[in-house]
């Protein structure tokens, strides 16, 4: 079982939609959840964290997190084509005194104008 | 400003070569991470350093070696051993400035190598 799991998609929406996106990880003890967002042949860039159980919204970016379930959502209201992109979920795991970041393959989204 | 610098973007090897994959940063972050990304995956840690002179393997070292000599520095040399280099290399670093640890993960722009 990977450490943190995304659907590969594609996903597609119209312009103007909510696209919701979604990630599971393995690790009961992880602390902090990340979502970055990747061009294509570009780095990741960070959109959104998140800590604690709930929503956390940002603009038209709205991360929400289940740790019982384990589970991690990036929501993106009113998608524009400029949002079209991969997007990393990332999970920390700490161990004593350090970070370790774990990556889920990305789900790629698609938002057709 | 404030950021991690990669250099260079674009590195064409032959096979059997060694080269080195630069990265600086200027945020005064502890931790640096050097990953691999291939086409339509995920990130893969190879090396990551917590504290100057020293550092750790990630999943995938082999065929690799680093050196954290300075806070700012964590250089990359991908050697003749490993046999798939052709790849996307991001660096990275978390820890905040001045003590506090947001805990957050940043990426420079990447180095892009290709085996010929």
């Known amino acids: 079982q990977k450490e943190v799991e995304q659907n590969s998609g594609p996903l597609s929406v119209p312009e103007g939609a909510i696209a919701s996106l979604n990630c599971t990880y393995s690790d009961r003890g992880s602390q902090s959840f990340f979502w970055y967002r990747q061009y294509s042949g570009k780095s990741p860039e960070l959109i959104m964290s998140?800590?604690?159980?709930g929503d956390k919204e940002d603009g038209r970016f709205t991360a929400q997190l289940n740790k019982a379930s384990q589970y991690v959502s990036l929501l993106i209201r009113d998608s524009q084509p400029s949002d079209s992109a991969t997007y990393l979920c990332?999970?920390?795991?700490?161990?004593?005194?350090?970070?370790?970041?774990?990556f889920g393959s990305g789900t790629k989204l698609n938002v057709k104008p | 400003d404030g950021g991690i610098t990669q250099s260079p973007k674009y590195l064409f090897r032959k096979e059997g070569q060694n080269v080195t994959l630069s990265c600086e940063q200027n945020l005064n972050h502890d931790a640096m991470y050097w990953y691999r990304q291939d086409p339509g995956q995920g990130l893969r840690l190879i090396y990551y350093s917590q504290i100057v002179n020293d550092f750790q393997k990630g999943d995938i070292a082999e065929g690799y070696s680093v050196s954290r000599e300075k806070k700012e520095s964590f250089p990359l040399t991908v050697t003749s051993a490993q046999k798939n280099p052709t790849a996307f290399y991001l660096c990275a670093s978390s820890g905040g400035a001045g003590g506090v640890d947001t805990g957050e993960l940043f990426f420079g722009e990447g180095s892009r190598l290709t085996v010929l």
């Open positions: 990332a999970v920390n795991m700490p161990s004593v005194n350090f970070n370790k970041f774990y």
């Open positions: 998140i800590y604690s159980n």
